[in-house]
């Protein structure tokens, strides 16, 4: 089993920044990916970032120039800088961790985001 463990989270206005942190445990030899997520209510959960284990990353277009994706595979972490929040970003951001093994595809428990206008 993996365990995904997020922080950072929470309230700020716009413009203001947040970290987001997610480290995972337990049988992590089989994850090759780290992502973010977010989700708003009634809306599907959207990819907002992501690392390999080759050393690539993905930032979704809608965030590119605010945000940035960092940590390693090797290392179990991922973190999301969010610089220049807007309201819009106002959502639950979940960490996932995948990989080619059957069955690893693990989520965290989420961490709600909240930008005030």
């Known amino acids: 089993q993996v365990q995904l463990a997020e922080s950072g989270g929470g309230l700020v206005q716009a413009g203001d920044s947040l970290r987001l942190s997610c480290v995972a445990s337990?049988?992590?030899?089989?994850?090759?990916?780290m992502s973010w997520y977010r989700q708003v209510p009634g809306k599907e959960r959207e990819m907002v970032a992501s690392?390999?284990?080759?050393?690539?990353?993905y930032l979704s277009d809608y965030v590119e120039g605010r945000f940035t994706v960092s940590g390693g595979i090797a290392e179990n972490t991922v973190y999301l800088q969010m610089n220049s929040l807007k309201p819009e970003d106002t959502a639950v951001y979940y960490c996932?961790?995948?990989?080619?093994?059957?069955?690893?595809?693990?989520w965290g428990q989420g961490t709600q985001v909240t930008v005030s206008s």
């Open positions: 996932n961790a995948g990989g080619s093994c059957p069955g690893t595809d693990h």
């Open positions: 337990g049988d992590t030899f089989c994850i090759s990916v």
């Open positions: 690392i390999t284990s080759g050393g690539s990353s």
